[in-house]
């Protein structure tokens, strides 16, 4: 073979391999934009529709920017309503407020009771909770823009996008993360052949579905599992972490049979992004404050009556970073009653969570 034949060959090879570099860089260039700005969960609740209200801000000399390059109502936060939906997907048993303070660094969780009581403004329900809004809301639109309109008048907070699962299918999802490590505090007994054991173990997806769904021996019922309920976020947050964004990403298959969510895959990577960064003694978990309603004080349910003044006191300190302060008469809140300061003041941060300083859910007497 000649010289010039092989510096000929040389060329033409280098050329070829420059051209897939190239071509590849440009698929990906033109290719990712638009996987990114997907919205594969969307098809089975729907979008939101669009917040028209006016949230003013506090005042700043420097403007707020937390260069995420997000879709979001207010610079520097981001709001997502997480929801835990029932066997048949009709009722939502599970409620948080996540507002994540971008610019701050931080992450707040608000916990909302399902009984929490509402009222016949929003839900035709008998029993007036929050729970029975997505399938029995008065609002128009979509159960998942019943359940939105709904917090977002009550609370004063602008929800940028929602997540939502069926706690069914939450056993499925955890499997494929590879359990989560938690130290449960005392021993478990859903059922009778049910049981998991106090100590530091790996939840099963089973497991973790007994875990968020188990009330029955707390002495306050279904605030004794909210409270609980709290272990295991603090130790999915530690997974999370530990997993990363890209390990999280490569379970898409899995969520895109589980999940329900307006967010786009751009977004979803880059709130993970910023979670691996995020402290976790910078990430608090606080309830709605009130307090339990017997049978006839309203109607013939149990409930949970809100407090209103200490609600408010809770989002202006937690959940409005960037937002102006707001008094407890701007909240659409029906307080039935507030007669005492019962889990008005309970915080706890992630930290203290997995470090074992938080006290463990009170008990039934044997």
Same mark, same amino acid.
């Given at each position: +073979? #000649? =010289?010039?034949?092989?510096?000929?060959?040389?060329?033409?090879?280098?050329?070829?391999?420059?051209?897939?570099?190239?071509?590849?860089?440009?698929?990906?260039?033109? @290719?990712?934009?638009?996987?990114?700005?997907?919205?594969?969960?969307?098809?089975?609740?729907?979008?939101?529709?669009?917040?028209?209200?006016?949230?003013?801000?506090?005042?700043?000399?420097?403007?707020?920017?937390?260069?995420?390059?997000?879709?979001?109502?207010?610079?520097?936060?981001?709001?997502? !309503?997480?929801?835990?939906?029932?066997?048949?997907?009709?009722?939502?048993?599970?409620?948080?407020?996540?507002?994540?303070?971008? $610019?701050?660094? =931080?992450?707040?969780?608000?916990?909302?009771?399902?009984?929490?009581?509402?009222?016949?403004?929003?839900?035709?329900?008998?029993?007036?909770?929050?729970?029975?809004?997505?399938?029995?809301?008065? $609002?128009?639109? #979509?159960?998942?823009?019943?359940?939105? &309109?709904?917090?977002?008048?009550?609370?004063?907070?602008?929800?940028?996008?929602? /997540?939502?699962?069926?706690?069914?299918?939450? $056993? %499925?999802? @955890?499997?494929? +993360?590879?359990?989560? %490590?938690?130290?449960?505090?005392?021993?478990? /007994?859903?059922?009778?052949?049910? /049981?998991?054991?106090?100590?530091?173990?790996?939840?099963?997806?089973?497991? &973790?579905?007994?875990?968020?769904?188990?009330?029955?021996?707390?002495?306050?019922?279904?605030?004794?599992?909210?409270?609980?309920?709290?272990?295991?976020?603090?130790?999915?947050?530690?997974?999370?972490?530990?997993?990363?964004?890209?390990?999280?990403?490569?379970?898409?298959?899995?969520?895109?049979?589980?999940? +329900?969510?307006?967010?786009?895959?751009?977004?979803?990577?880059?709130? &993970?992004?910023? $979670?691996?960064?995020?402290?976790?003694?910078?990430?608090?978990?606080?309830?709605?404050?009130?307090?339990?309603? *017997?049978?006839?004080?309203?109607? *013939?349910?149990?409930?949970?009556?809100?407090? =209103?003044?200490? #609600?408010?006191?809770?989002?202006?300190?937690?959940?409005?970073?960037?937002?102006?302060?707001?008094?407890?008469?701007? !909240?659409? /809140?029906? *307080?039935?009653?507030?007669?005492?300061?019962?889990?008005?003041?309970?915080? &706890?941060?992630?930290?203290?969570?997995?470090?074992?300083? #938080?006290?463990?859910?009170?008990?039934? *007497?044997?």
């Amino acid at each position: +073979m #000649t =010289k010039a034949k092989k510096i000929r060959i040389f060329r033409d090879g280098f050329i070829l391999l420059f051209t897939i570099v190239f071509a590849c860089v440009l698929i990906r260039t033109m @290719v990712k934009p638009m996987l990114d700005s997907q919205q594969p969960f969307v098809l089975k609740q729907g979008a939101l529709e669009e917040d028209t209200s006016n949230y003013l801000l506090k005042p700043s000399e420097v403007p707020v920017y937390d260069g995420l390059e997000l879709n979001q109502y207010i610079e520097g936060q981001y709001t997502v !309503l997480a929801l835990g939906m029932d066997e048949e997907g009709l009722n939502t048993d599970v409620m948080m407020l996540v507002v994540f303070d971008l $610019a701050g660094g =931080k992450m707040n969780i608000l916990q909302i009771p399902r009984d929490s009581y509402v009222g016949y403004e929003y839900t035709n329900n008998a029993t007036g909770k929050i729970n029975s809004v997505y399938s029995e809301g008065t $609002a128009g639109g #979509t159960g998942i823009n019943k359940v939105v &309109s709904c917090v977002r008048d009550m609370f004063g907070i602008p929800i940028d996008s929602y /997540i939502a699962i069926k706690c069914t299918d939450v $056993a %499925p999802v @955890v499997d494929k +993360m590879g359990g989560i %490590p938690i130290n449960v505090p005392e021993d478990i /007994i859903y059922e009778a052949d049910k /049981i998991i054991y106090a100590g530091q173990q790996t939840l099963t997806g089973e497991q &973790s579905e007994w875990f968020v769904r188990f009330r029955h021996d707390y002495l306050e019922g279904d605030i004794g599992r909210v409270k609980a309920q709290r272990y295991f976020l603090a130790a999915a947050m530690q997974k999370v972490k530990d997993l990363g964004t890209l390990k999280i990403l490569k379970i898409y298959p899995t969520l895109s049979e589980y999940l +329900m969510s307006d967010l786009e895959i751009g977004e979803i990577g880059k709130l &993970s992004d910023f $979670a691996q960064t995020i402290d976790m003694s910078n990430v608090t978990v606080r309830m709605v404050p009130g307090e339990s309603l *017997e049978p006839g004080v309203i109607n *013939e349910y149990y409930g949970w009556s809100i407090h =209103k003044q200490e #609600t408010v006191d809770v989002l202006n300190e937690y959940f409005r970073p960037y937002q102006a302060e707001m008094s407890a008469d701007e !909240l659409d /809140i029906v *307080e039935v009653k507030n007669t005492t300061s019962y889990y008005d003041d309970d915080v &706890s941060n992630f930290q203290q969570i997995v470090d074992g300083e #938080t006290p463990s859910v009170p008990r039934n *007497e044997d």
